[in-house]
């Protein structure tokens, strides 16, 4: 069911199993899931996360950045047809969009159905300057607010060119851990 996007009662055919039976299955299967897992990959970032976060975009040249902000569109193939109008996306066809932030690393710290959270508190200092909040790279389809910082359209002279670059490297991070979904 959650592989292929599939009805409860579609399984009989298939495994010979009724739908209470993998419904209730399926609930046993997500809350060992989250009982195993939650401790360690399903939990907003720490205070020790944030600070390696940092540390990592500082390395990179990046002070202040907890990662790279980008969104992947999904084929909704079993779409209910009342709903495919408001769904449909550039091709035509229903999609939902994940969002989601990934690090250097691909552990992805937010995924949302929707608009992008706020950023937990992270403190850094820029040529003396204190800042008291992270940010996000994100391409220019974003809005542009203060917790998302968008690479330059048309980089101009050897400076913007290489903060452009080098920013660009940066955010193929949320692409490589969407490449690896």
């Not at 109008?85 to 691909?106: C, H, K, M, N």
């Amino acid at each position: 069911m959650l592989a292929y996007g599939i009805a409860a009662d579609a399984t009989d055919e298939y495994i010979k199993i009724g739908e209470s039976t993998v419904i209730q299955s399926l609930k046993k299967i997500c809350r060992a899931v989250v009982e195993v897992f939650s401790e360690q990959y399903l939990r907003s970032p720490n205070a020790n996360d944030v600070a390696r976060l940092l540390h990592i975009g500082k390395r990179r040249g990046f002070p202040g950045m907890l990662g790279s902000l980008d969104c992947m569109h999904w084929k909704w193939k079993n779409c209910p047809t009342a709903w495919a109008g408001q769904y449909a996306g550039r091709s035509g066809s229903p999609t939902i969009i994940l969002e989601a932030v990934a690090d250097y690393d691909l552990w992805i710290w937010h995924a949302y159905f929707g608009l992008p959270g706020i950023a937990p508190p992270a403190h850094y200092v820029i040529q003396g300057k204190e800042y008291n909040m992270g940010y996000y790279l994100a391409d220019g389809i974003y809005p542009k607010w203060s917790t998302l910082v968008q690479s330059i359209h048309d980089p101009r002279g050897p400076k913007k060119k290489l903060f452009a670059m080098k920013q660009e490297g940066c955010r193929k991070d949320v692409e490589r851990a969407f490449g690896v979904l």
